[in-house]
């Protein structure tokens, strides 16, 4: 089944065993298929009515505006994730969402949800498992910046990444191909753009990590996650929990 | 019906205004109750076959420790939470949960949440919805460590604190009772304890916020919010989404 093979339903077959009625389910999530540009915000902070989506192919950023105009970057999406899935819980969005790169993602209404669940009930506690994943992962950059010097913080942030990327078929150990800028980085891990230059200069300098011309390239992972303090649990990729 | 006086009914009844069918699956997730001292990890960070809870009275904190024994407490948890649900639906918890009070809480299973879903497939979204508020909260904390200096912080911390207990019946605009120390606020803030105490007095002398003998009081609610940029979006208290 051709399905079976989309990000999505790669990502959440790593923590429950699909059936076919809960694949075809999934496939009935991804008919409304759209295309975005990168750059411009598909999902608005303070608006209502937004839509959710599930991401197919390209890289897209969830953000929040401060009054000050500054912005934090929450998280990167990548295939098989879902963003904007507060803003059709929530009356209103509480954060914004840029496509990265040009993106194709399919979009998702609340009663497309409802329907699902009903549908195939499994899939419920597979979307709150892939929903709690997330929120793992923003656990991890509050204690990134929190906890953690920008060397540690670059390093968790790419092994990451590659963690999530390797789940659903893009990349590998030696590395992978990342689209963000170095302002993106820099508002995401909460330091400068120049801070961010500096940092993955020394990380390249003790034959750790190289990240050039949109590649990211491991000389030596182990190390790498030594430094990090990267314990991948919170990714949750033991493989399926329900059977 | 009692059930529908609990702090967990009455959270998920704000997103969905729920039928007798939900209250009574609600209500067998309450089945398991249990009592724990302060102090004491429920949850623990590295460990499988730990348990979920939702808690009934007190309040608890979750929390990572990194591997230089420094922590980051990630939120607090009041009654009508869950805690510890990543505990389920992960094979290995990444983090632990600790009673900040004495605490009485219903312990959860994996199978107890999916028996429910299949039962009224509308809770998966209620259920949902609440990991998703409390995903809004982590993000919310790290715009905090991120972007706001101490006495921003502080004011945003307690006016969420404020609305999240007056949505499950507890405290007022005039202020809450608040068990935390100064050392759990700063663990949870990211600032030293004497900081803590600092920005606490500014607040108070600016006539903002007094937090004395375990009572946090509020003299200035909106000059609060205004200082912490607070918006209340994230916390979805609009009234019911789904009818």
């Not at 959710?52 to 929040?64: D, E, H, Q, R, T």
Request: aromatic share 8%; net charge neutral; hydrophobic share 45%.
């Amino acid at each position: 089944m051709q399905i079976a093979d989309s990000p999505l339903a790669r990502k959440l077959g790593s923590f429950v065993l699909l059936t076919d009625t809960e694949l075809e389910t999934l496939e009935a999530l991804h008919r409304r298929r759209r295309r975005f540009v990168a750059g411009k915000d598909l999902v608005h902070q303070g608006q209502s009515d937004q839509s959710a989506y599930v991401l197919a192919k390209g890289w897209a950023c969830s953000y929040k505006m401060l009054p000050g105009g500054t912005r934090q970057i929450v998280d990167f999406q990548i295939p098989g994730d879902f963003f904007g899935l507060r803003s059709i819980l929530f009356r209103t969005s509480d954060h914004n969402v840029e496509p990265v790169t040009k993106i194709e993602a399919s979009e998702i209404l609340a009663t497309d949800l409802l329907d699902a669940f009903q549908r195939a009930p499994r899939l419920a506690t597979a979307v709150l498992w892939a929903a709690s994943r997330d929120e793992a992962m923003v656990v991890e950059h509050l204690v990134s910046i929190g906890r953690r010097n920008g060397e540690e913080r670059m390093a968790h942030f790419l092994l990451e990444m590659s963690a999530r990327l390797m789940l659903v078929g893009q990349g590998d150990r030696t590395g992978f191909d990342c689209p963000l800028s170095q302002y993106l980085l820099a508002d995401a891990l909460g330091l400068s753009a120049v801070h961010v230059n500096r940092v993955l200069r020394t990380l390249r300098h003790d034959g750790l990590v190289t990240f050039q011309r949109g590649r990211v390239t491991f000389h030596n992972i182990d190390a790498l996650a030594e430094l990090a303090g990267f314990d991948a649990t919170y990714l949750d990729h033991d493989g399926p929990l329900l059977r």
